[in-house]
Structure formats: C-alpha cells, structure tokens
Antibody
Framework: DVQLEQSAGEVRKPGDSLTISCQTT????????ITWVRQVPGKGLEWMGR????????VYSPAFQGHVTFSSDKSTSTAYLHWSSLKASDTAIYYC??????????????????WGQGTLVTVSS | SYVVTQPPSVSVAPGQTARITCGGN??????VHWLQQKPGQVPVLVVY???DRPSGIPERFSGSNSGNTATLTISTVGAGDEADYYC?????????????FGGGTKLTVL
C-alpha cells in the first residue's frame, strides 16, 4: 500500500525557519510527482507546486514561488517543504499528495491517489 | 494565470439534484477534475476528465464540460454528500504547467 506519513504539527514565530516532511512507503519514490497543497482552516485548497523526486526538479505555483522550497531525499523516500522566514499568513494545514499513474486527456496526471494526513503549521508571535 | 471560479455554496433538499459549476475561460478545452472533501478528511476524487468516475464512486456523480463552464451533478442527494467540492485543471500557459484549484463549493443538504 502506498502511504504518505507527514511530520507532526509545528508552532513557530514570524521570521523563523521551518522544514516539514512527507515520508513515503509502498512504491518506488522516484516514479511519481509529489505535490504540496495548502489549506487554511475553513478555507479552500491551494496547489503550492510539485517536486520530481530524485531529479531535484520542482515547479512552484506563482503564489508560492520564492517563499517556499521543495526538496526530496531518495535514500529515505522523503519529500520536504521548507520556509526560510515564516509569516503569520503561513498558518495553515499543509498536505503532501502523490500524483498517480493516470493521465488526463491533456497528458497530465490528475489523480491525487494518496495523501498525507496533513501538518498544521501555526505561526504566531 | 488561469482562474477557476466556483460558487461558495450550493444548497439542495434531500433527494434532489445538486449542480456545482466551475467556470473558466474556455474551460471546455481543458480536462476538469473534481474532489470531494468532508470535514476533517483528505479529499477524494469523484470525477475526472470532465465526466468519468473512479471506481467506487456512485453513478449519482456525473460531470460535464463545455464552453466556459464545467458542472458536477449529484443526483438523489443525501446527507452523506454534504461536503466541500473542488474542481481543478492543469494550466499550461506559463513557463511550467501548474495545477489550478477552484475556490471550492460547500454543498449543504437541507
């Protein structure tokens, strides 16, 4: 079974740095994109971008470009989301999700076939 | 960048049909997918490629896409369908393809 296990919730102050993780099991880590999705409590889903594990290649949504960094470690099958300087507006639940092996009519993977449980990041002074 | 618009809320009586729209410029030319998210849970795919259903999703869930509007239709709505619904598409107009979510629609069963 494919499983994504995320790190525990974090509380930080504005300006702090933070890295959260998403450890995957049950499949070959380098074969599928890992995406990150933000959800402010009570609000909608926001696609942050994706990382191609093992290739150090990431695509960022324009809304998050320059504010976060994705990375991955093939040796531990883990993806990471990093902030160098948090803002209060970063308070949200962050999900990692695997994009599965099926492609839509345009040739893009569409199936978030496995999700992490979410990591709540709280940024408050 | 591409914008996808959903109504914030839709209300329907039990047993009736709910229709949730997803608007975008010539969205009919894109593949539209729909997620259902219940409180405290991760999202679940209910419709992909405009109108196809993953295995395990009831036939009551259907979709269409034409022109500037895609629609998720849920027939014979029950209390268990109360959830947030999100449409999403891939947009290739920028330097790299980006996935765009609609703002989400809260379905309330009266």
């Amino acid at each position: 079974d494919v499983q994504l296990e995320q790190s525990a919730g974090e509380v930080r102050k504005p300006g702090d740095s933070l890295t959260i993780s998403c450890q995957t099991t049950g499949y070959i880590f380098t074969t599928n994109w890992i995406t990150w999705v933000r959800q402010v409590p009570g609000k909608g889903l926001e696609w942050m971008g994706r990382v191609q594990p093992g290739e150090s290649y990431s695509v960022y949504s324009p809304a998050f470009q320059g504010h976060v960094t994705f990375s991955s470690d093939k040796s531990t099958s883990t993806a990471y989301l990093h902030w160098s300087s948090l803002k209060a507006s970063d308070t949200a639940i962050y999900y990692c999700a695997r994009l599965g092996d099926y492609f839509d009519k345009s040739g893009y993977p569409y199936d978030f076939d496995s999700w992490g449980q979410g990591t709540l990041v709280t940024v408050s002074s | 960048s591409y914008v996808v618009t959903q109504p914030p809320s839709v209300s329907v009586a039990p047993g009736q049909t709910a229709r949730i729209t997803c608007g975008g410029n010539n969205i009919g030319g894109k593949s539209v997918h729909w997620l259902q998210q219940k409180p405290g849970q991760v999202p679940v795919l209910v419709v992909y490629d405009d109108s196809d259903r993953p295995s395990g999703i009831p036939e009551r869930f259907s979709g269409s896409n034409s022109g500037n509007t895609a629609t998720l239709t849920i027939s014979t709505v029950g209390a268990g369908d109360e959830a947030d619904y999100y449409c999403y598409v891939w947009d290739s107009s920028g330097d790299h393809p980006c996935l765009i979510f609609g703002g989400g629609t809260k379905l309330t069963v009266l």
